[in-house]
């Protein structure tokens, strides 16, 4: 079965920290980026962060840019999601995601796997 397993969402206090994971299982991640999309409240889905699997090379939304860290053990096949600094203008529904390399373009409509979305909450 293949399946994007995440977890590490919550509720945090603005300036806290959080770390989200995504597992792949049954999916090969070889010529992939992998990463996360996130959606408010009344918001369309947007792009956060993807790491690419050719060369580790990475992209962050300008939102989220020194703020997040993504990363990945291939062992394991999971990406992971390092959110510091987070502010109020972060709660969102986050969903992990795949989308092959030969796309290019981290969108919504590339996407070829979803994982189940976690809820990721700031507020004091």
């Known amino acids: 079965q293949e399946q994007l397993v995440e977890s590490g969402g919550g509720l945090v206090q603005p300036g806290g920290s959080l770390r989200l994971s995504c597992t792949a299982s049954?999916?090969?991640?070889?010529?992939?980026?992998i990463g996360w999309f996130r959606q408010a409240p009344g918001k369309e889905r947007e792009g956060v962060s993807y790491?690419?699997?050719?060369?580790?090379?990475?992209w962050y939304s300008d939102s989220v840019k020194g703020r997040f860290t993504i990363s990945r053990d291939d062992a394991k096949k999971t990406a992971y999601l390092q959110m510091d600094s987070l502010e109020s203008k972060d709660t969102a529904v986050y969903y992990c995601?795949?989308?092959?390399?030969?796309?290019?373009?981290?969108?919504?409509?590339?996407?070829?796997?979803w994982g189940e979305g976690t809820q990721v909450d700031v507020s004091s």
């Open positions: 995601a795949t989308v092959h390399l030969s796309r290019g373009l981290w969108k919504t409509t590339h996407v070829e796997d």
């Open positions: 049954g999916i090969p991640l070889d010529w992939r980026m």
């Open positions: 790491i690419r699997s050719s060369d580790d090379g990475t």
